[in-house]
């Protein structure tokens, strides 16, 4: 037991050490951001995927290649688009020929949701047809085409950008893709002494990228350790509390809700 404890000691003693140098290396290319990039990492090491809302221009996307980088991790950036097709996402089977050039077979070709952070970008600018090849790799991890099923290999998260519904060409995101995200964050523009911090950089000065600070191996036993941390019974209570508050047909919720 002694041996257990100090193994999980040692790790959280690991996560909170590599957690501060991701903040540390994400703010020095990111400015005015530093609430966001704690949530980005929350949802992160909780094993959830999270949407980031927001106008464009706000660095949603270097903020996640920066910490794709950081992280070491197999990285897939899709645009969303009006015209994109389920299959963009998930891949699919393709007629090819063996090595005698006498026989034909179909062979899967995998998409670019098979890494293990995956960047949705601007993912209401496609309809929801679209989006919802989605829905079983951020539940179930895996995909299925053509009746066959292909696993993920974990760690896989979703990082999600979207833009404000307002915007013209935007499309809403449906209840069932809504449930697969664990945070939605929304990014406001940054202070103005930030701003002028921003404007101080040159258009043309470019961003080398990181080093990984973490290998996927000991990520995965960071995520185990929390998963196993107690949370108190009270704590538990008022998260249930706000979630019922929500609904508007709970006797909790407020006029507004309703």
């Known amino acids: ?7 999980a000691e040692e790790t959280l003693g690991r996560l909170r050490k590599c957690c501060q140098s991701l903040e540390e290396q994400m703010g020095s290319v990111l400015i005015g951001q530093d609430e966001v990039v704690r949530l980005l990492l929350t949802g992160l090491i909780s094993g959830g995927h999270t949407l980031m809302v927001g106008v464009p221009g706000l660095a949603k996307t270097m903020m996640v290649k920066a910490l794709a980088d ?12 009006p015209d994109l097709m389920p ?15 006498q026989r034909r077979m179909l062979a899967f070709h995998r998409g670019p949701v098979f890494a293990n952070l995956l960047l949705a970008d601007e993912i209401n600018r496609t309809p929801p047809k679209t989006q919802a ?11 299925t085409v053509n009746g066959k099923t292909y696993h993920l290999t974990p760690p896989f998260i979703v990082v999600a950008t979207q833009n404000p519904i307002e915007q ?14 664990m945070l939605s964050i929304h990014l406001e523009y940054p202070s103005r002494e ?17 080093k990984s600070l973490v290998q996927k191996e000991e990520f995965c036993k960071f995520t185990e350790l929390v998963d196993k941390m107690p949370v108190s019974r009270h704590v538990l209570e008022h998260a249930v509390a706000l ?9 909790s919720a407020d006029d507004y809700i309703r």
């Open 1 to 7: 037991m002694n041996d257990a404890l100090k193994l």
């Open 70 to 81: 950081l992280l070491g991790w197999d990285f897939r950036r899709i645009q969303f688009t």
């Open 87 to 101: 299959a963009d996402i998930t891949g699919t089977e393709i007629l090819q020929a063996d090595e005698t050039g």
């Open 133 to 143: 090849a989605l829905l079983e790799a951020m539940q179930e991890l895996a995909v």
């Open 168 to 181: 013209e060409g935007t499309y809403p995101l449906p209840e069932a893709q809504l449930d697969r995200f």
């Open 194 to 210: 930030d701003e002028v911090k921003i404007a101080e950089r040159s258009i043309r000065a470019k961003w080398d990228g990181f």
């Open 243 to 251: 979630t019922t508050a929500s609904r508007p047909k709970d006797a």
